[in-house]
């Protein structure tokens, strides 16, 4: 049986982290935001356990640094309007995360994997509100990138992975173009 998406405090995690995102988000200093996220990300690896009292922290760390394929964002929509908490199996192949972050995304996992699920719900949320999509995505009929993201078996535990060391998005979703 599925676990249920507690969506209450998702959209909580969602206001708090917005509100964050905001405060750093100024023009008039534009690596604001970027420096925050880093400085976050650095913490929360130091001690994951600052997730139990400060959880709004993750999905500000991974601002604007997770892709959603189209084929994703239809899946995501529909677990969020059921309230239902994807399973790990559909959730690793749901999102796309930077390979700088995988160190965060695998401690984040041993500590909670259900909280790392909620924080990319927001994730997405967040990410809808940002582009001005409808609730609902549908991808377009010449969307190449439908399979470029989520199509991937490994579990965020390769650590040796020759490609971990590069800069840009973990290469788990490009193993199909190859």
């Known amino acids: ?12 995690l969602k206001s708090n982290a917005y509100d964050n995102i905001e405060s750093y ?8 935001l970027d420096n925050f996220t880093r400085q976050i990300k650095q913490v929360l690896l130091a001690d994951i356990s600052m997730l139990s009292s400060v959880p709004e922290y993750l ?4 601002f604007g640094q ?7 964002m239809i899946k995501w929509s529909h677990w969020l309007d059921n309230a239902i ?5 559909e959730f690793k192949v749901s999102i796309a995360f930077n390979n700088a972050d995988i160190p965060l995304v695998q ?8 909280l790392l699920i909620e924080s990319c719900a927001v994730l997405y949320l967040l990410n809808q509100e940002a582009s001005g999509v409808k609730k ?5 009929d010449n969307d190449d990138d439908n399979e470029e993201y989520g199509q991937s078996n490994s579990d965020y535990d390769d650590e040796d992975d020759e490609d971990s ?10 193993d199909e173009d190859r």
């Open 165 to 174: 060391e590069e800069e840009g998005y973990y290469d788990q979703y490009d």
């Open 59 to 62: 999905p500000v760390a991974l």
């Open 25 to 32: 988000n100024d023009p008039d200093t534009p690596k604001a």
């Open 85 to 89: 908490q994807p399973e790990w199996d």
């Open 136 to 140: 609902k995505a549908k991808p377009s």
């Open 1 to 12: 049986m599925a676990k249920s998406l507690n969506i209450a405090r998702i959209q909580e």
């Open 107 to 114: 401690a984040v996992r041993a500590h909670s994997e259900s």
């Open 66 to 72: 997770v892709k959603f394929s189209a084929e994703s």
